[in-house]
T-cell receptor, first 111, second 109 residues
Framework: DGGITQSPKYLFRKEGQNVTLSCEQN?????MYWYRQDPGQGLRLIYY???????QKGDIAEGYSVSREKKESFPLTVTSAQKNPTAFYLC??????????FGQGTRLTVV | GQQLNQSPQSMFIQEGEDVSMNCTSS?????WLWYKQEPGEGPVLLIA?????ELTSNGRLTAQFGITRKDSFLNISASIPSDVGIYFC?????????FGPGTSLSVIP
């Protein structure tokens, strides 16, 4: 089954804990992206990666970290430095800087 | 940097009405993409446009690539309740996809 898998769909964490969100793809796309979306708002770019072992900060990278050790995987860690981590997180992939395809998202709630 | 603007920001319409929204850019784009995001889901690609002046339909949706290459339009005919969602335009940036802020559509039955 081809596509982008984000897991889990819902995630709860205590304040002050780091948490890692998973994004896996089998589309053989080079580019992968992480976006944050707050209720009723648009997509804000956190990090993106054009190739394995390389990634760039997006518009709101503070308090987040990523790695790109494999083409298929681009995990996002929400650290305790992120002051307001509760949000909907979306992962996307693309063959280039054009059509992007999204996962189903992970809704993170920090209590 | 490259930036996309969408208008209107939100729309409330009666079921059966037609909908028009647009996306503008300060720079030329050679591809325009339109996505729909339903509540709690990831955005899904609806229509892709690759040539200035191109008009492409997908069911009740029609999108156009503006002649100036700095804008694109999305029309939805005879809206139905399942058209509810956020509609994003997007285009290729220097090294990443650029998304507009979205148009939120609400359909009143």
């Amino acid at each position: 089954d081809g596509g982008i898998t984000q897991s889990p769909k819902y995630l709860f964490r205590k304040e002050g804990q780091n948490v890692t969100l998973s994004c896996e793809q089998n589309l053989n796309h080079d580019a992968m992206y992480w976006y944050r979306q707050d209720p009723g708002q648009g997509l804000r770019l956190i990090y993106y990666s054009q190739i394995v072992n390389d990634f760039q900060k997006g518009d709101i990278a503070e308090g987040y970290s990523v790695s790109r050790e494999k083409k298929e995987s681009f995990p996002l860690t929400v650290t305790s430095a992120q002051k307001n981590p509760t949000a909907f997180y979306l992962c996307a992939t693309a063959a280039g800087p054009t059509e992007a395809f999204f996962g189903q998202g992970t809704r993170l709630t920090v209590v | 940097g490259q930036q996309l603007n969408q208008s209107p920001q939100s729309m409330f319409i009666q079921e059966g009405e037609d909908v028009s929204m647009n996306c503008t850019s300060s720079s030329i784009f050679n591809t325009w993409l339109w996505y729909k995001q339903e509540p709690g889901e990831g955005p899904v690609l609806l229509i892709a446009l690759y040539k200035a002046g191109e008009l492409t339909s997908n069911g009740r949706l029609t999108a156009q690539f503006g002649i100036t290459r700095k804008d694109s339009f999305l029309n939805i005919s005879a809206s139905i309740p399942s058209d509810v969602g956020i509609y994003f335009c997007a285009g290729p940036g220097y090294d990443k996809v650029i998304f507009g802020p979205g148009t939120s559509l609400s359909v009143i039955p």
